[in-house]
C-alpha cells in the first residue's frame, strides 16, 4: 500500500510501502482515506528532518489531519458503520497517568503518548488506516468537505475551553452578567489579539468574532494577502507587521486598546513575549504556537514579571486535544460556515494527489494556506 513520509537515513519526504491495515479486535474500524490536510507541523517535520520513529521501525507515514469514510467495523463496534465520514484524533494516551485514563491524552503527565503522524505512529498519508472506535468521529455529511479542519479547530476548541475554565474564577466579565466566561455569549465586552494568520489563526479569529469578541489579528503579510482579508470577512481587524520592528507592532497594538485574551498561534516566540505588556488586569494568554529551533529576543524582563504578577495575569500552553474537542468542532465548523458562509472554502488554496506528494510539500507559493492531499 503507497504511504509518503519519513525514512530513516534519509532526508525529505519519501514514498515506501507498507502493509494493508486489518481489523483485529472487535472494536476496530477499517477507514478508507479520502482527504488529508497539511500544515505547519508536517512542513517543519521535513524541513527540518525531525523523525520520531517507533522503535523496530525505519520509516513514518506522515500527515494527522485527516478525513475518510469507514470501510468496515469489527463486531463490537457500536457507532459508526460502513460508509460514514469520519475523521479521526491524534494523540493516543500513555495509559499510566490519571488524564490518560480518562480520555484526556492531550493532558499526558508522563510524556509517553504516542501521535498519528508525528511522534511514533504512523499518519493518514496512505491508502487505508485501521484505529480503535474511541479515536473516530462521526462527521456529518454537510461538513464532509471541511473534515480535514476539525483537527487544528479541535486545537482552537481546547484553547478556547482553557480561556473560560480559568477565567471563570472571576466573579465577573464585565457590567453584563450574561457575558461571564460560562455563558454562551461569553465574548461581548472582551477583545483579543490572535497572533498569526494561518489557518489556526483564521480558526481562532472566527471562533472569537462568533462568540462576540473585539479581535484583532496580526501576520506579516500585506493587507490585500488572503490572509488579511480573512480576517477582514470574518469581522477583525488585521494588523501588518511585516514592515515594523516588533516593538513597533507591540507600541501599536497596546495603542488600540489592551486585550483580555491574547491567542497566540504563529511559534513567534518574540512577538509573543512582547505582547504580554499588551494585556488587561486580570487577563489569559493562551500559547499554541511551537517555535522551532533557538532565538535569543531583547525585552524588559522586570516590566513583564510585574505586569504579570501585579495584572493578575494568566499565561497557559495549550496543546493537542481530545475527542470531546472535536466533538465541539462539528458545532463550531457548522456555527463559522453559517456565519461567514463559504469562507471556509478559502482556506484551501492548494490540492495535490497522493502520488504528487513531493510537490506538496515543495510548494512555495506566498497565497499558500491550507494544502489538502488526496487520496
Not at 476496530?28 to 517535520?45: H, I
Not at 461581548?188 to 483564521?202: F, N, Q, T, Y
Not at 472535536?326 to 502520488?355: M, P, V, W
Request: glycine share 8%; charged share 25%; hydrophobic share 40%.
Amino acid at each position: 500500500m503507497f504511504a509518503a513520509g519519513l525514512v530513516r537515513d534519509k532526508k525529505g519526504i519519501q514514498s515506501f510501502d507498507i502493509p494493508k491495515p486489518q481489523i483485529t479486535k472487535p472494536t476496530e474500524v477499517l477507514v478508507k482515506v479520502k482527504k488529508v490536510g497539511l500544515d505547519g507541523t508536517d512542513f517543519t517535520l521535513v524541513s527540518e528532518d525531525l523523525k520520531d520513529l517507533a522503535e523496530g521501525r525505519d520509516n513514518i507515514v506522515l500527515g494527522h489531519e485527516l478525513a475518510g469514510v469507514v470501510e468496515e467495523v469489527g463486531t463490537g463496534v457500536t457507532t459508526l458503520k460502513r460508509g460514514d465520514v469520519v475523521t479521526m484524533t491524534v494523540r493516543r494516551g500513555c495509559g499510566q497517568c490519571h488524564p490518560c485514563m480518562h480520555n484526556q491524552s492531550d493532558m499526558c503527565m508522563t510524556g509517553l503518548f504516542t501521535e498519528r503522524g508525528i511522534h511514533k505512529l504512523d499518519g493518514f498519508l496512505t491508502e487505508y488506516v485501521v484505529d480503535e472506535e474511541q479515536y473516530i468521529v462521526k462527521v456529518p455529511d454537510t461538513l464532509a468537505n471541511y473534515a480535514v479542519l476539525l483537527e487544528p479547530i479541535s486545537i482552537v476548541e481546547k484553547a478556547v475551553e482553557q480561556i473560560k475554565i480559568i477565567q471563570s474564577r472571576l466573579p465577573w466579565a464585565c457590567g453584563h452578567p450574561d457575558h461571564s466566561f460560562l455563558e454562551e455569549n461569553w465574548g461581548r465586552c472582551k477583545s483579543a489579539i490572535v497572533i498569526g494568520a494561518g489557518p489556526l489563526g483564521l480558526l481562532a479569529t472566527a471562533q472569537l468574532r462568533i462568540a462576540g469578541v473585539n479581535t484583532t489579528t496580526i501576520d506579516i503579510v500585506p493587507e490585500d494577502h488572503v490572509k488579511a482579508r480573512l480576517v477582514k470577512q470574518f469581522g477583525a481587524t488585521y494588523m501588518d507587521g511585516s514592515l515594523k520592528q516588533p516593538e513597533d507592532v507591540v507600541a501599536r497594538t497596546c495603542q488600540s486598546g489592551n486585550a483580555s485574551i491574547i491567542f497566540e498561534a504563529s511559534g513567534a516566540s518574540e512577538m509573543a513575549i512582547n505582547l504580554i505588556p499588551c494585556l488587561l488586569r486580570s487577563s489569559i494568554y493562551v500559547m499554541t504556537g511551537i517555535p522551532r529551533g533557538k532565538s535569543r529576543a531583547n525585552f524588559d524582563a522586570d516590566l513583564l514579571l510585574r505586569t504579570i504578577t501585579r495584572y493578575n495575569i494568566v499565561i497557559v500552553g495549550s496543546v493537542n486535544s481530545n475527542r470531546s474537542h472535536f466533538e465541539k468542532a462539528i458545532t463550531s465548523l457548522e456555527r463559522i460556515e453559517r456565519s461567514f458562509h463559504g469562507l471556509l472554502n478559502q482556506l484551501f488554496t492548494h490540492t495535490f494527489k497522493l502520488e504528487d506528494y513531493e510537490k506538496a510539500f515543495s510548494l512555495q507559493d506566498p497565497n499558500r494556506m491550507k494544502v489538502m492531499v488526496e487520496v
